[in-house]
């Protein structure tokens, strides 16, 4: 276990170099930009957050705790992990071409 963190320290500017570029390219298209990266989940909150604190009318989970702190604390991970998962998922398909053609060391592709 130790090896393969000691081979993710030593090709740390290689993995910081390709999320770099694939952030860039994620939004390349977008209109807003990179901007969108973080309008857009704090969009889908303030939607959620209207829909269950005004439309259902959610009473706070306890006296001290706000429905809105609660829920955005819970929601940020889940963007985190959901986020992460869809492009760990994609990220070979997507980048086939370097996984074929370029050597990499194991514990960068794991």
């Given at each position: 276990?130790?090896?393969m963190?000691?081979?993710?320290?030593?090709?740390?500017?290689?993995?910081?170099?390709l999320?770099?570029?694939?952030?860039?390219?994620?939004?390349?298209?977008?209109?807003?930009?990179?901007?969108?990266?973080?309008a857009?989940?704090?969009?889908?909150?303030?939607v959620?957050?209207?829909?269950?604190?005004?439309?259902?009318?959610?009473?706070?989970?306890?006296?001290?705790?706000?429905f809105?702190?609660?829920?955005?604390?819970?929601?940020?991970?889940?963007?985190?992990?959901?986020?992460?998962?869809?492009?760990?998922?994609?990220?070979?398909?997507?980048?086939?071409?370097?996984?074929?053609k370029?050597?990499?060391?194991?514990?960068?592709?794991?």
């Amino acid at each position: 276990m130790s090896l393969m963190i000691q081979e993710l320290i030593k090709s740390r500017r290689l993995i910081i170099t390709l999320a770099k570029n694939d952030f860039k390219t994620k939004y390349a298209g977008s209109f807003f930009g990179i901007f969108w990266a973080f309008a857009q989940p704090v969009i889908t909150i303030l939607v959620f957050w209207f829909v269950f604190q005004v439309g259902l009318r959610s009473t706070p989970v306890n006296d001290n705790l706000p429905f809105a702190l609660w829920f955005i604390t819970g929601l940020i991970p889940w963007f985190y992990f959901s986020d992460a998962l869809t492009n760990i998922t994609n990220c070979f398909y997507e980048y086939n071409y370097m996984v074929k053609k370029v050597m990499f060391k194991i514990g960068i592709q794991s």
